[in-house]
């Protein structure tokens, strides 16, 4: 493989370039649906073509991306040109662009994005984590009254977790985390709740999607950071994970604690 540190520095090349169609283009109206409602905008279409191109030109790297899909190999890149999508197409700032690099599965280097408030959080095998290029110290407990947990959404959108994770359980989960230390915050986007929780704003984050394109990155960042990762049932995370619980080791522990206890009919 490429040397991680050299495809970092190829990828945040390409991300500057990309982050100005994403900051011009806030706001575009939903003009692709899908299944189980959702959507995406040309904006995500451009976005996702750009960075299919310019990735495989500049490292012959196969990508799998959200909109044009693709397979997990042996080395591929995994984007998200767009992540909360239906809070970009309202004009809500807070949706992302996601971009790693898996080596037989496993993440070795991700950035995401937050360009309307120009925020950069990225990481390659064997570094620190970086927010806006500037090396940041490993993850510690927040106090208690700051301490949040990102909830990126409490609707199922995808029928392949509904049957395990249905809406009511989400629901269940979020009352029972206000009773708990943490503050709940739903920002819409899964991206920046693992980036944010990497970063030591969040205390954690839970993640209910089942796509490594959504994931793949932020548990990346987590796991730079010194975050506890793992699955929904709190097994080691893989690529495979149909979703995932990040976090200081207190906060991960409440969450899947909590989750289980909903899970299992103990609450």
Same mark, same amino acid.
């Given at each position: 493989?490429?040397?991680?540190?050299?495809?970092?520095?190829?990828?945040?090349?390409?991300?500057?370039?990309?982050?100005?169609?994403?900051?011009?283009?806030?706001?575009?109206?939903?003009?692709?649906?899908?299944?189980?409602?959702?959507?995406?905008?040309?904006?995500?279409?451009?976005?996702?073509?750009?960075?299919?191109?310019?990735?495989?030109?500049?490292?012959?790297?196969?990508?799998?991306?959200?909109?044009?899909?693709?397979?997990?190999?042996?080395?591929?890149?995994?984007?998200?040109?767009?992540?909360?999508?239906?809070?970009?197409?309202?004009?809500?700032?807070?949706?992302?662009?996601?971009?790693?690099?898996? +080596?037989? !599965?496993?993440? =070795?280097?991700?950035?995401?994005?937050? @360009?309307?408030?120009?925020?950069?959080? $990225? %990481?390659?095998? /064997?570094?620190?984590?970086?927010?806006?290029?500037?090396?940041?110290?490993?993850?510690?407990?927040?106090?208690?009254?700051?301490?949040?947990?990102?909830?990126?959404?409490?609707?199922?959108?995808?029928?392949?977790?509904?049957?395990?994770?249905?809406?009511?359980?989400?629901?269940?989960?979020?009352?029972?985390?206000?009773?708990?230390?943490?503050?709940?915050?739903?920002?819409?986007?899964?991206?920046?709740?693992?980036?944010?929780?990497?970063?030591?704003?969040?205390?954690?984050?839970?993640?209910?999607?089942?796509?490594?394109?959504?994931?793949?990155?932020?548990?990346?960042?987590?796991? +730079?950071? !010194?975050?506890? =990762?793992?699955?929904?049932?709190?097994? @080691?995370?893989?690529?495979?994970?149909? $979703? %995932?619980?990040? /976090?200081?080791?207190?906060?991960?522990?409440?969450?899947?604690?909590?989750?289980?206890?909903?899970?299992?009919?103990?609450?």
């Amino acid at each position: 493989m490429t040397d991680a540190r050299e495809l970092y520095r190829i990828a945040l090349t390409i991300l500057t370039d990309i982050e100005r169609m994403f900051i011009d283009g806030l706001g575009a109206d939903p003009t692709h649906m899908k299944a189980a409602g959702q959507f995406a905008t040309d904006v995500d279409l451009a976005i996702e073509q750009y960075l299919r191109r310019r990735l495989i030109h500049e490292t012959g790297i196969p990508v799998l991306g959200e909109e044009y899909g693709g397979d997990c190999g042996k080395l591929t890149w995994v984007v998200d040109p767009i992540d909360g999508t239906a809070n970009f197409a309202a004009g809500n700032p807070m949706s992302c662009i996601l971009i790693s690099l898996l +080596a037989d !599965g496993v993440p =070795v280097l991700a950035i995401t994005s937050v @360009p309307m408030i120009n925020q950069r959080f $990225g %990481a390659y095998a /064997g570094s620190p984590l970086f927010q806006n290029g500037v090396p940041q110290p490993p993850l510690t407990e927040r106090p208690e009254v700051a301490a949040h947990v990102g909830f990126s959404s409490i609707s199922g959108s995808s029928e392949s977790n509904e049957a395990q994770f249905p809406d009511l359980m989400r629901h269940g989960l979020l009352v029972e985390l206000t009773r708990t230390y943490l503050r709940p915050r739903i920002t819409g986007s899964v991206g920046i709740d693992l980036a944010y929780t990497a970063a030591g704003i969040f205390g954690g984050a839970v993640s209910f999607s089942p796509n490594i394109w959504d994931n793949a990155a932020g548990i990346f960042l987590c796991q +730079a950071a !010194g975050a506890t =990762v793992t699955d929904l049932y709190g097994n @080691p995370w893989d690529h495979t994970s149909r $979703g %995932a619980i990040v /976090g200081t080791a207190r906060a991960h522990e409440t969450i899947l604690t909590t989750l289980t206890t909903i899970r299992t009919g103990g609450h």
